[in-house]
Structures are given as C-alpha cells and as structure tokens.
C-alpha cells in the first residue's frame, strides 16, 4: 500500500512513500531515496499524481510532488517559441532541495534539445545523469488523436525513461526496453513494455522493486 502524505520539504508537497529499503551489506535499512516532480507552467495536478505513483509502483524511492512554478524565462526560445531543454535541466538542477536525488520537470509547452548538428530538435523528454535532473514535456505526446488516458500513459514511459537518465542509464538496445531512445516518435514509446530489461534493472541495483 502507498500512502500520500504531507512533508515538511516544501509548503504543500505531496508525497507518496515507499517501504523502506534493507541494505544488503549490513541488513540495517538504508534511507529511501527522494524523487521530486516539479509540476512547471499549466500542468493537470491528475497527470502529475498519476506520474509520481507509476515511479512509485516501480522504485522503492519516496516520491514528492511539489507546487507548481512557472517555467524560467532563462529556458525560453523565442525564434521557435519553445523552451530548451538544456537550460531547464539547469534550473531544475540549482533548484533542487537538498533531500532530493533526482528531481523530474514536468510540462505541457513544447520543449527542444540539441541532437547531433540539429541544433533545436523538439522532443518529448530530456534527463541528465550528472545534474539527476529530467523533464519531460506532454506537448508532443497528444498525437495520432490520443484520449487522456494515452497521454498519461506516454507521460509516465517517459518519465520513467528520462528518470533512468537521472540515475545513470544510458540509451538501451534491448528491444522494447523503456530505455529505448525514440528518436522523438511517439510510436517507440507506445511500443515499449513500460519496464526496464534485464541490464538495465542491473545497473539500477537496489534502486527496483523485485
């Protein structure tokens, strides 16, 4: 069972709490992880409680959504009215509370990346290893005339992918695995099992519920 709780870490956070974690060295409980959503710009409270509990239902990390900010004017590209992934993964990351191990934007504005010589490359999500920081933007994920119930569903893969960046994995191979880049189609998404294979659960070690 999972509990939603209110913690002290920032004024009406919600959190969803996980068991705790038994360290397999000393058998002594480890602390439990934090994972925080930072709902930024309009973002359906819905879909950022639906995110938080499918990270929940697969990690054994604590999960808090925090209130809602605007998206950072040092993010914004006007040429192609967007923002740019980069310099959110960066606010993200400098604002990040100290409790927090990997901290997850998520939006509904159109978002882009630099990908090879493309230098703004709209895409669904962005992670970064070093920063523990992703984002993951809904603007993209409505296509092919997708009823809310897709789009939560795209919403939480991609969480879930840009999430596994924020803990250190990279683009996976193994077919289907949720670590599959997508190469901005939402149908590499929709094909993917929602899980993580067999190397990449390895690499994740102690973070996934068995």
Known sequence: ???LAIIPIHSGAAMVRAPARESR??????????VAIQPM???DPALSRCVGARIARLFVVDVVVLPVRPLPESAWYRPRMRYRGGPLVEWLADEKPPPVAALLGLMSRDLSSTKGHIYDWGVMGIGSPTRATGVVSTYRLG???ASDSLVTRRACQVALHELGHAFGLAHCRTPRCIMNDA????GSVDRSTGEYCSLC???LDGLLRD
Do not use: A, Y
């Open 41 to 43: 710009g309009v973002v």
């Open 183 to 186: 190469e901005g189609l939402i």
């Open 25 to 34: 060295r000393s058998g002594t409980p480890d602390p439990t992880p934090l």
């Open 201 to 203: 659960r390895r690499k």
């Open 143 to 145: 296509g092919h005339h």
């Open 1 to 3: 069972m999972v509990l």
